[in-house]
């Protein structure tokens, strides 16, 4: 393990593992692992506690992020994930993060104390308006989302047509068992992403296990 193969604009293969070059060097956010190698630091990004990680590991085609990217990532939680953004991002990006947990979110202002590139926007997702005086005058290129919700969908359109720009990316991780305990998880996934198709070109549908059980990442563009 001593060369690291990048894979994506900020993403690299160090072993058997994917990493991100850490932005705050010596300072971990999750317990990830930190790896030194060619006079860099890298964070090593667990796929089993990400589903952006998960889609990169199950063969995601393109990571649409890179140097200065400006994303939007409602269910932010206390920044996992967002972490890793942060480093692709780099000191010339920015990531709005969203939340509804007041818990999740005082852990998740911690890091963003840390890393500037991060914004932490304590909201409810569905009503997109009540934050827009933070993102207004940013053009968002990239919307993520992760929120255990029964209209996830919804919620990431309503947040589309706020917020990404045209032509735009957007990553949506569909947790099934949020929608419905009876339907069958494809039919779900396909419902899903069948409210999305007026508005987005659908890129990819990636099924997370075995890193998350009952989880797709839709990727797709906006129109
Ligand atoms: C699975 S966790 C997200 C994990 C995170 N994406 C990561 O990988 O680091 C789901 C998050 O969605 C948040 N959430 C649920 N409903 C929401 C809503 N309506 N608006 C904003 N956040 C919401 C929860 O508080 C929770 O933190």
Redesign the pocket.
Known sequence: MNIAKQVFEGVYEVGQNIATINLTPGSNVYGEELVKMDGKEYRIWNPF????GAAIKKGIKEMHIGQGSKAL??????????SHLSDIVGPEGMIFG????AR?MRKFIYLCEKRPNLVPIL????QPMTYKEHISNFSIDVLFQ????RNQAE?FLRNARAYLKREGYGYL?V?VRSISHSERAEKIVEDEVSRLRNEFEILQVIPLEPFEKEHAMVVCKKR
């Open positions: 506690r990400s589903k952006v990532y409602l269910g932010a939680a206390e920044g996992t994930t967002i969203v939340d509804i947990s999740s909201a409810d997702a569905n992760d929120v255990s919700q919620i991780s947790k």
